[in-house]
């Protein structure tokens, strides 16, 4: 049974799926492997209440490449976004801001809370289009070793060397838009709190800063790879996030791919410095010619392998990679949507926000992130209310609606508690929250899951649950993710590569990770 298959993929998450689809159409035999009882990892779609197909972690559709959605031919094989109409941000004071992807339309609602924004907001909106750009184009390449005299690293560097010099000054800006706070960066453009607020909310989604972290401007920016074809900024999957990894083995069992649930791996089997298969929970033995792992590197590393069988610089520099994480998620069953005080369907021109930001200000941000430096949960935390069954109502029975809530700081371990005793206070405190903005909200409720980090682990195999698989600060981006001279999806054993969140480029549900490390294994 020795190389019953060319590779063994560890883990059904996108990342893993795409990795295997891409090898599986250049004829490669593979199996996917999954511990779950279905596939996508954090990107499902789940029946949490009968009549309610829930996406339970991963809830919108932004950051996936349209390369990857063309190569694989997803549309196919069921991948369907329904656009966002806008992003609706109430404020306290009763007042709202609406963005939109028409500029026009958006400079006019920033001009309500100060003109010379209005007027600055192309210029912040060129920047960043040309920053992402450029961060795109380099979502592709292999991070090289700085350090290496090989040849493919050494051209490798040339070409990001390359990219670097077409940008001629412009890099000196985006050096400040990767090492900055997003609070400073926002600041070089705008006066009104409200609009800073506003963008400064997504330099805190999903990782432990705020926003007067050095850092966090980057993260702003990394929630704007995503390049759907013009199929608008930020969406909802029809039949939620779980369509994604549907499509994804849709192609790669099309190409003869093989992908089996219920299958976790104890063990990644190596022999002589080789990895050969690997071992199931079961202990049943699976033989490969090389093995992929999509888990989180220290999942990988530390738990899949005898790390005696690793350089003990390798080991050290996994078992520091961050991966402390804040973040959580709460997903009702309702009858109505929450009816915002501040929403006026006449002066929108639409029926009803499905995407919205509790955010309302640079301090309440910050506050949020200073309770959890504590290890304690935010009093006021920050969060997205997402009513999918908006344009999708198939997800949920007639009449009823799925709200999706998804937020921070709730730290993976809190100081002298427990989630089991804090559990259902923190979902508590956000109802109450949202309340004050959607008054009557309580009532609608029917029922909810919640998922802490802790929970987000247990359940998904998040490492801490981080839903990046580690931070994306400067030390653990490009050829430090996620250890130096391995960011080329190579590791120390032969034969054994990683294609998830915790390599280059980063974490959401973006694929560059599995579509990388595929085109790497065809080099050979």
């Not at 998450?13 to 004829?27: D, P, R, S, V």
């Not at 961050?322 to 959580?328: G, I």
């Not at 008054?439 to 490492?463: C, W, Y």
């Amino acid at each position: 049974m020795a190389n019953q298959y060319d590779a063994i993929i560890v883990g059904a998450g996108h990342n893993g799926l795409i990795c295997a689809a891409y090898l599986a159409k250049a004829g490669r035999k593979v199996l996917v492997l999954e511990r779950r009882g279905n596939i996508g990892g954090a990107t499902a779609t789940e029946e949490v209440w009968p009549g309610y197909h829930v996406s339970t972690a991963s809830y919108v559709m932004s950051m996936m490449q349209w390369k990857v959605i063309k190569d694989l031919d997803l549309p196919k094989y069921g991948w369907e976004m329904l656009p966002m109409d806008c992003l609706f941000v109430p404020f306290e004071d009763g007042r709202y801001l609406a963005m939109w992807d028409d500029m026009a339309k958006t400079q006019a609602e920033v001009a309500k809370y100060s003109k010379k924004d209005a007027e600055m907001y192309p210029v912040f909106e060129h920047f960043l289009a040309d920053a992402a750009k450029f961060v795109r184009e380099m979502l592709f390449l292999t991070p090289p070793n700085p350090t290496s005299y090989k040849l493919r690293d050494l051209k490798n560097l040339l070409a990001m060397a390359n990219k670097v010099r077409k940008l001629r000054g412009k890099i000196f800006r985006i050096a400040d838009l990767m090492t900055m706070s997003v609070s400073e960066f926002l600041d070089m453009y705008f006066e009104s709190d409200q609009i800073k607020a506003v963008k400064a909310y997504y330099g805190s989604i999903g990782t432990f800063l705020a926003p007067r972290s050095p850092g966090t401007a980057y993260v702003l920016l990394h929630h704007l790879m995503g390049d759907l074809g013009g199929a608008g900024g930020w969406g909802y999957m029809r039949g939620g996030m779980g369509a994604v990894p549907k499509a994804i083995a849709g192609c790669a069992t099309a190409h003869g791919a093989t992908v089996r649930t219920d299958a976790e791996v104890a063990q990644i089997l190596v022999e002589n410095g080789q990895a050969t298969g690997v071992a199931l929970q079961s202990g049943e033995e699976i033989r490969s010619k090389l093995v992929v792992t999509g888990a989180d590197p220290k999942t990988s590393f530390l738990k899949l392998l005898d790390t005696k069988q690793l350089p003990d610089d390798f080991v050290e520099e996994i078992r520091n990679f961050r991966t402390f994480s804040t973040a959580f998620k709460i997903n009702f069953a309702i009858d109505t949507p929450p009816r915002y005080t501040a929403f006026d369907a006449k002066a929108l021109g639409i029926k009803y926000p499905s995407y919205v930001h509790i955010g309302p200000t640079m301090d309440y941000l910050e506050k949020a992130y200073d309770d959890a430096k504590y290890g304690r949960w935010s009093e006021r935390p920050f969060f997205t209310p997402c009513v999918p069954t908006v344009v999708d109502p198939d997800l949920a029975p007639p009449g009823k609606h799925i709200l999706n809530i998804f937020g921070g700081h709730a730290p993976y371990e809190l100081r002298d508690a427990s989630w089991d005793q804090e559990r259902d206070k923190l979902a508590d405190r956000v109802v109450d929250i949202l309340s004050e903005y959607a008054p009557g909200f309580k009532d609608s409720i029917i029922d909810r899951q919640i998922l802490t980090p802790v929970d987000l682990e247990r359940i998904f195999a998040l490492p801490q649950g981080h839903i990046f698989h580690g931070e994306l600060t400067l030390d653990q981006l490009a050829f430090m993710r996620p250890a130096p001279g391995y960011a080329d999806y190579r590791t120390p054993i032969k034969g054994l590569w990683q294609c998830g969140s915790g390599t280059h480029p980063g974490g959401g549900v973006m694929g560059m990770g599995g579509h990388n490390a595929a085109r790497e294994i065809l080099k050979g």
